[in-house]
C-alpha cells in the first residue's frame, strides 16, 4: 500500500472540497498520471480506461506524438496572437481540408466554442441569402455543449429550466422523425444541425434515410446543414467521419474532443459557399493557438498513419461480440453504436451503480443515464484491452445479480 499516496490524497480531497467550485460529483481519488488505455491515482491504483477523457483521448494516455509536438513546439512558439498565421495553424487547416469534403476551417479550443462559430455562420447565413431567417432546428436529447446558446441548441429535458431565459431561436425535434421536421420549418429556418450519432443522449445514430432527406430539405429551401461530429469524428465511429458512413455531406461540421486527443482545440470546418464572415464577425484569443495547432496536427497525422478509423472499426465489431454473448445472461439489451462509441442498456436502471462497481474493479466506463451504460475507449484499444475489460464488467454484474 503506498502510504504517502494515501495521506497525500486525503489531504487533496480535503482541500478540493473547500476550494473547487460545487458543479459535481466526483469520485474520492486524484488521477496523477496516465500512459496509453491505463490511468493511476496518488494512491498508485491503476484504472483500465474505457471512458478515454470522455471520448477525447483517441491516442491513449500521454502519447509520445503530442508530448513531442508539445516540446518541439513550445520551444519554438507557444502564442503569436491571434491576429498572425503560423506554420502549424495553416498546415492542420490544410491536411483537414484534404481529408475531408469542406473548404476552409476556423479553430476554437472547445467544442461549444466551435457550435457557437456554426450558428453564428447559420445565422449569417440567414442574414445574407434567406431574408433574416434565424432558427436552428435541433434535435430532442442531442448534445452541443454548455454555453448559454449551446444549451439553449440542445434538446436535454434536464435544462429546460436552467438559466432562463435561454438564447432563443432553437426549435428540438425528435431524431429520425421527417415529419416532424417538415413541420418545424418555416420562412426563419437558418439551419439544421444534428449530431450523426448522439453520443452524450446515450449513443442513437441516425437513420441513413432520415439524414438523406435532410439534405434534400435543405437543399430545397436554402437552409444550412450541421452536422456536430465533435464526438464521432476523428476515427471514433470506424470512419475519419462519420458522414462517410452516410455518404452524405453537410455544409458545415464541427470537431472537438478527438481532435486534440485530450489538449484543449476544437475546428469549425465550413464549405466554400458558406465562407460568409466578413473581418471582425468571429474570433477568439486562442484560435490557431500554435501549440494546438501542433497537437492537433500530430494527432491526425497519427490517427490516418496508423489507421486508427480500421482500428476502431474492428475492434468496436469484436467489444458488440463480447458483449452479445453475455447479454442474455446478465440482460443487457439494445447493445448498439458504431466502432468505438458503444453502449448497452440495463433496464433495472442500475448502470450508475454498475460504473461505481467497475472503478473499484480498476475499470473506467461511463453511464450517461440511468439505463445505458456507454464506452468509449481509446482508438488504440486491443483485443486485450477488451478481454480485461470484460472480465472486469462480467465481475460487477455476477455480484450485482448475487444481490437480488
Ligand atoms: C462534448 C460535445 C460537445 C461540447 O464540447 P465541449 O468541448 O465540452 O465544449 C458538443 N457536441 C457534442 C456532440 C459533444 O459530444
Not at 155 to 166: D, R
Not at 248 to 275: C, H, R, Y
Amino acid at each position: 500500500m503506498d502510504m504517502k499516496g494515501k495521506v497525500e490524497t486525503a489531504q487533496l480531497l480535503s482541500d478540493a472540497k473547500n476550494t473547487i467550485l460545487y458543479t459535481a460529483v466526483r469520485p474520492e481519488l486524484v488521477m496523477e498520471r496516465g500512459d496509453g488505455m491505463y490511468l493511476w491515482d496518488m494512491e498508485g491504483n491503476r484504472y483500465l480506461d474505457f471512458i478515454g477523457g470522455w471520448a477525447v483521448t483517441c491516442l491513449g494516455h500521454s502519447p509520445a506524438v503530442i508530448r513531442d509536438a508539445l516540446t518541439a513546439q513550445s520551444s519554438l512558439l507557444v502564442n503569436a496572437s491571434p491576429s498572425f498565421l503560423n506554420k502549424p495553424m495553416i498546415e492542420l487547416a490544410k491536411l483537414l481540408t484534404d481529408v475531408s469534403c469542406f473548404d476552409r476551417v476556423f479553430f476554437a479550443s472547445s467544442g461549444a466554442e466551435a457550435n457557437e462559430g456554426a450558428i453564428k455562420l447559420a445565422r449569417k447565413h440567414g442574414s445574407i441569402n434567406l431574408g433574416g431567417a434565424h432558427e436552428i432546428i435541433t434535435t430532442v436529447n442531442g448534445f452541443h455543449g454548455r454555453t448559454l446558446a449551446m444549451m439553449s441548441a440542445t434538446g436535454k429535458k434536464q435544462w429546460e429550466k436552467l438559466y432562463e431565459p435561454k438564447l432563443p431561436g432553437f426549435r428540438h425535434v425528435p431524431l429520425n422523425d421527417v415529419e416532424a421536421v417538415l413541420a418545424a420549418i418555416n420562412p426563419n429556418t437558418c439551419a439544421i444541425m444534428l449530431e450523426l450519432v448522439q453520443g452524450e443522449g446515450g449513443v442513437h445514430a441516425v437513420d441513413a434515410d432520415y439524414l438523406a432527406a435532410l439534405r434534400q430539405i435543405c437543399d430545397k429551401h436554402g437552409i444550412m446543414l450541421i452536422f456536430d461530429e465533435i464526438q464521432t469524428g476523428i476515427g471514433r465511429t470506424g470512419k475519419l467521419f462519420a458522414y462517410e458512413h452516410y455518404g452524405i455531406q453537410a455544409d458545415v461540421m464541427t470537431l472537438g474532443k478527438g481532435i486534440g486527443g485530450g489538449f484543449p482545440l476544437s475546428a469549425l470546418l465550413v464549405k466554400e459557399a458558406f465562407n460568409l464572415f466578413e473581418a471582425g464577425d468571429q474570433g477568439g484569443t486562442y484560435s490557431g493557438q500554435p501549440l494546438a495547432m501542433a497537437v492537433g496536427l500530430a494527432v491526425m497525422k497519427e490517427v490516418i498513419d496508423k489507421q486508427l478509423s480500421l482500428n476502431a472499426d474492428i475492434q468496436g465489431q469484436y467489444i458488440l461480440e463480447r458483449l452479445q454473448n453475455v447479454a442474455d445472461q446478465y440482460r443487457l439489451t439494445n447493445i448498439r453504436g458504431k466502432g468505438l462509441l458503444l453502449a448497452f442498456d440495463m433496464e433495472d436502471r442500475k448502470a450508475p451503480e454498475i460504473a461505481a462497481g467497475c472503478l473499484k474493479e480498476g475499470l473506467l466506463i461511463n453511464a450517461p443515464n440511468p439505463s445505458t451504460i456507454r464506452l468509449m475507449p481509446p482508438l488504440i484499444v486491443t483485443k486485450e484491452d477488451t478481454d480485461l475489460m470484460m472480465d472486469r464488467l462480467c465481475r460487477v454484474l455476477d455480484h450485482e445479480f448475487s444481490l437480488r
